[in-house]
């Protein structure tokens, strides 16, 4: 079995910062690419950043320039930092890694910026 732990959600005031955290646990034998979602209340999940085994990174357009995704392969951890952040960035926030042919999912960080 694999857990996927999140950490570093919160509430945040427009324009500040937040950086979340998701370790993956258990049976892990190699993990592949990881990345970040979010759900807005009413709205379906989307794809905010994806990072693959060998590095490279791509983001949802509305937070290119403003988050940055990155990992730490020996931790098993993947990261999400948030700059600059609006009010339409408020959602839950979930962590996704493939560890060979299966998607795991981290329970979800609520993530609230006020105006």
């Known amino acids: 079995q694999v857990q996927l732990v999140e950490s570093g959600g919160g509430l945040v005031q427009a324009g500040g910062s937040l950086r979340l955290s998701c370790a993956a646990s258990?049976?892990?034998?190699?993990?592949?690419?990881m990345g970040w979602y979010r759900q807005a209340p009413g709205k379906q999940r989307e794809l905010v950043a994806l990072?693959?085994?060998?590095?490279?990174?791509n983001y949802a357009d509305s937070v290119k320039g403003r988050f940055t995704i990155s990992r730490d392969n020996a931790k098993n951890t993947v990261y999400l930092q948030m700059n600059s952040l609006k009010p339409e960035d408020t959602a839950v926030y979930y962590c996704?890694?493939?560890?060979?042919?299966?998607?795991?999912w981290g329970q979800g960080t609520q993530v609230t910026v006020s105006s």
């Open positions: 990072i693959t085994s060998g590095g490279s990174t």
């Open positions: 996704n890694v493939w560890i060979l042919f299966s998607s795991y």
């Open positions: 258990g049976s892990i034998s190699s993990i592949g690419a």
